[in-house]
């Protein structure tokens, strides 16, 4: 894993000024009232941290900001980075500090000290995300073997507290690397590697080799990958952590590990960007993984199609006509509408085969949904408004953009074939809804459906406040906490 930021917890009483290695980070009340953490460093400093704090300078920084002092102890020239709460400071805030404070270190040791009421294990986890680092191939690559250290008041409570957040944290980071890397390195046969690796984690993982999917009949599946060299693969991940049993929670994922868009041929700039176009699938592994990690009480089946997409005597024609998996026949107009043939054979072969209680596709799907919603929101397709509240909320409270848009018969008829029950791509108008609504023919009409197409949020150009660019792990944060929230007994 490119991140490899330690966190230490340590106990207050433990701290020895003289003995810092790396930059001293202070959390102080919005207000400037200091409580006996941030005391004990003003007595060190002889009161210029309280002469700081009462300035004008505290006072016009913003909240979740800070400002860096540097003072002179015992002829040693201490950095101290002054952050300062927010107002109404609660655990998202604290959270948002420890990104900033990842951010402001850049990457070297730190000293934190939080004070009371800091919510230490949302500080900790806000550093764990925004510090990660994809610099592999870099031969001046960024350092990362460093620690934080965090001074608080109970060690043990912080550390208990922590822990699941840890889990969740590498699980993020395990789908940024799948993500980031590039698609002579992650070709299907590594993804598949990768994902089989987990199962020191304690998750149970199959693979379905191209015998196996065409002994099934997942021929929408197959058709995509027949150009490439690649073997197309399908990954099942099982984490059965309700030991009363129930139908597992489904979770299916795009793993197109690269897209030339086939003989319906892509652009050649920006064609570099389409390594990130299996991040449904990178999605999927790392929400899979941060369940084994924390022992969720949950059951879930994530299942993932894993296949590349090149141009060959051998791929797919534009007017191919392709039986799939349920049944129904789809003339291909593009072979760069490649991710939703891939969702149809796996949502009906997760249904037929595991019964769930509901479905969550992921994929980065379209680039209209990225016209529409930009790289701020994924958009969020579904047949119950149930469901949708659900995985909204957690959305929200995890602060990961997402937008519902909508669905409806009256984009059946772009659709409609000629020659088969259906046509892979409805046109430039409504993309993202078009594909949406291909997608919803896959699934049975009483199933709790979700269909996330999260092209513009997977890997994006800028910086979110907890990823400084390229992937993002978008959605394991949300989906862990859906599942945690109404699906663990």
């Given at each position: 894993?490119?991140?490899?930021?330690?966190?230490?917890?340590?106990?207050?009483?433990?701290?020895?000024?003289?003995?810092?290695?790396?930059?001293?980070?202070?959390?102080?009340?919005?207000?400037?009232?200091?409580?006996?953490?941030?005391?004990?460093?003003?007595?060190?400093?002889?009161?210029?941290?309280?002469?700081?704090?009462?300035?004008?300078?505290?006072?016009?920084?913003?909240?979740g900001n800070f400002t860096e002092l540097n003072i002179f102890i015992k002829k040693e020239l201490l950095s101290i980075l002054i952050f300062k709460k927010y107002q109404e400071y609660g655990a998202n805030d604290a959270r948002l500090i420890g990104a900033n404070i990842a951010k402001?270190?850049?990457?070297?040791?730190?000293?934190?000290?939080?004070?009371?009421?800091?919510?230490?294990?949302?500080?900790?986890?806000?550093?764990?995300?925004?510090?990660?680092?994809?610099?592999?191939?870099?031969?001046?690559?960024?350092?990362?073997n460093y620690t934080t250290s965090l001074y608080v008041s109970d060690v043990q409570v912080t550390e208990n507290a922590f822990e699941e957040k840890a889990a969740i944290s590498l699980g993020v980071n395990f789908t940024r690397d799948l993500i980031n890397e590039?698609?002579?390195?992650?070709?299907?046969?590594?993804?598949?590697?990768?994902?089989?690796?987990?199962?020191?984690?304690?998750?149970?993982?199959e693979v379905l080799n191209e015998k196996d999917l065409e002994k099934i009949g997942m021929r929408t599946l197959l058709c995509v990958g027949q150009g490439s060299d690649s073997e197309s693969k399908v990954?099942?991940?099982?984490?059965?952590?309700?030991?009363?049993?129930?139908?597992?929670?489904?979770?299916?994922?795009?793993?197109?590990?690269?897209?030339?868009?086939?003989?319906?041929?892509?652009?050649?700039?920006?064609?570099?960007?389409m390594t990130m176009d299996m991040g449904g699938a990178g999605v999927v592994g790392g929400v899979m993984k941060a369940l084994a990690l924390r022992k969720a009480k949950a059951n879930v089946v994530?299942?993932?199609?894993?296949?590349?997409?090149?141009?060959?005597?051998?791929?797919?024609?534009?007017?191919?006509?392709?039986?799939s998996l349920k049944g129904d026949t789809i003339e291909v107009i593009n072979t760069d509408a490649e991710g939703r043939?891939?969702?149809?054979?796996?949502?009906?072969?997760?249904?037929?085969?595991?019964?769930?209680?509901?479905?969550?596709?992921?994929?980065?799907?379209?680039?209209?949904?990225?016209?529409?919603?930009?790289?701020e929101h994924a958009g969020l397709f579904s047949n119950s408004n149930r469901f949708v509240e659900n995985f909204l909320s957690v959305a929200l409270a995890e602060k990961e953009g997402v937008w519902r848009l909508p669905l409806g018969p009256e984009y059946d008829k772009l659709l409609k074939s000629?020659?088969?029950?259906?046509?892979?791509?409805?046109?430039?108008?409504?993309?993202?809804?078009?594909?949406?609504?291909?997608?919803?023919?896959?699934?049975?009409?009483?199933?709790?459906w979700i269909h996330l197409d999260i092209a513009g949020v997977a890997s994006i150009p800028g910086e979110t406040d907890f990823s400084g660019g390229g992937a993002t792990g978008w959605g394991v944060r949300t989906i862990n906490s859906l599942i945690s929230k109404y699906y663990e007994k």
């Open positions: 894993m490119s991140d490899s930021n330690s966190i230490k917890f340590q106990a207050m009483s433990s701290f020895n000024i003289g003995k810092l290695n790396g930059k001293l980070i202070l959390l102080v009340q919005f207000d400037g009232v200091m409580d006996d953490h941030i005391g004990l460093i003003d007595s060190i400093t002889n009161g210029m941290l309280k002469s700081f704090i009462d300035s004008d300078v505290f006072k016009k920084l913003n909240a402001a270190v850049n990457n070297k040791p730190s000293h934190i000290i939080i004070g009371s009421g800091g919510y230490p294990d949302e500080v900790a986890f806000g550093l764990k995300l925004r510090s990660y680092n994809f610099s592999k191939y870099k031969k001046l690559r960024s350092e990362n590039p698609a002579n390195v992650l070709t299907t046969q590594e993804f598949s590697n990768r994902l089989e690796a987990l199962k020191s984690s304690g998750l149970r993982v990954v099942i991940m099982h984490w059965n952590g309700d030991s009363s049993g129930g139908s597992p929670l489904a979770l299916v994922g795009k793993g197109v590990v690269f897209d030339t868009g086939g003989i319906s041929m892509k652009p050649a700039s920006g064609m570099e960007d994530g299942i993932v199609g894993l296949v590349e997409n090149m141009p060959s005597g051998n791929a797919t024609r534009p007017g191919d006509v392709i039986k043939l891939v969702l149809a054979d796996l949502l009906w072969y997760a249904q037929k085969q595991f019964k769930p209680s509901a479905c969550i596709d992921l994929a980065t799907l379209t680039g209209a949904v990225i016209t529409s919603l930009g790289h000629r020659i088969a029950d259906m046509k892979n791509v409805g046109g430039r108008a409504a993309g993202s809804i078009t594909a949406a609504q291909f997608i919803q023919r896959f699934v049975e009409p009483e199933m709790p």
